[in-house]
C-alpha cells in the first residue's frame, strides 16, 4: 500500500457546492498532515495543517483528521471556479519526511 | 509561514553538464527538502537537507547525482550532476517548522538538451 493514497479524479462539483476531497494514508505513525492546492504550472500551496483528530476549519476550508481510520479529508464549501485546481494531500511520517499523494483534480463547474 | 525564493526558475542545459540550485529562506526553519516532479505527476522527495551534516537520499536518488549542501538553516542548494534528457523535470525545494507547516520555491524548471 501506498503511503498516501487520493483518487486521481477528475471530480467536478457545480459552482457553489462543497467539494470534498479524500485521502487515506499506511503509517499510523504519522502525526502532520498537510493539504496543498497546485495550479498547472505552478509549485504547490500550503492551503490547511491538521495536527489532531477532528474538524479544522480556515475560511471555506474545513480539513478533517479521522487517525483510527487513517483519513484526511478537505472540504470547500462554496466552490468557486477559481478552486479548479490539483489538491495535494500530504504528511510528515515517522522518519520526518514530507509524502504527498498523487493528487486530485478538481473541476469546479460555473 | 516560511517564504521561499528559488532560483534559476528555468534553464536549458547540455547533456553532461551541471546545474545548481538554489533555495534561500526569509527565517530559520528546522526541515528543507528537495522535490522532483513530472509534467501532470505528483511531488517524488530526493532528499532531506540536514543543517551540519550529509543530506539523507531517498531510494533511486544518490549523493553522486545530486548533491546537496545546506551551510545553514536559511539556504541550501542541490546540483543536477552530469545530466541526461531523463532529468529534464522540475526541481522544487520546501522548508518550514512542523507547527507552521511547509511552503514550497517557486521551482525550476530544468530542459537537458
Known amino acids: 500500500q501506498k503511503e498516501v493514497e487520493q483518487n486521481s479524479g477528475p471530480l467536478s462539483v457545480p459552482e457553489g457546492a462543497i467539494a470534498s476531497l479524500n485521502c487515506t494514508y499506511s503509517d499510523r505513525g504519522s502525526q502532520s498532515f498537510f493539504w496543498y492546492r497546485q495550479y498547472s504550472g505552478k509549485s504547490p500551496e500550503l492551503i490547511m495543517s491538521i495536527y489532531s483528530n477532528g474538524d479544522k476549519e480556515d475560511g471555506r476550508f474545513t480539513a478533517q483528521l479521522n487517525k483510527a481510520s487513517q483519513y484526511v479529508s478537505l472540504l470547500i464549501r462554496d466552490s468557486q471556479p477559481s478552486d479548479s485546481a490539483t489538491y495535494l494531500c500530504a504528511l510528515m511520517n515517522r522518519d520526518d519526511k514530507i509524502i504527498f499523494g498523487k493528487g486530485t483534480r478538481l473541476h469546479i463547474l460555473p | 509561514s516560511a517564504v521561499i525564493s528559488q532560483k534559476p526558475s528555468r534553464d536549458i542545459c547540455q547533456r553532461g553538464t551541471s546545474l545548481t540550485i538554489q533555495c534561500q529562506v526569509d527565517?530559520?526553519?528546522?526541515?528543507m527538502f528537495w522535490y522532483r516532479q513530472q509534467p501532470g505527476q505528483s511531488l517524488t522527495l530526493i532528499a532531506t537537507a540536514n543543517q551540519g551534516s550529509e543530506a539523507t537520499y531517498e531510494s533511486g536518488f544518490v549523493i553522486d547525482k545530486f548533491p546537496i549542501s545546506r551551510p545553514n538553516l536559511t539556504f541550501s542548494t542541490l546540483t543536477v550532476s552530469n545530466m541526461s534528457p531523463e532529468d529534464s523535470s522540475i526541481y522544487l525545494c520546501?522548508?518550514?517548522?512542523?507547527?507552521?507547516?511547509?511552503?514550497f520555491g517557486s521551482g525550476t524548471r530544468l530542459t537537458v538538451v
Open positions: 520546501s522548508a518550514g517548522q512542523t507547527n507552521y507547516g511547509y511552503t
Open positions: 527565517s530559520q526553519v528546522t526541515m
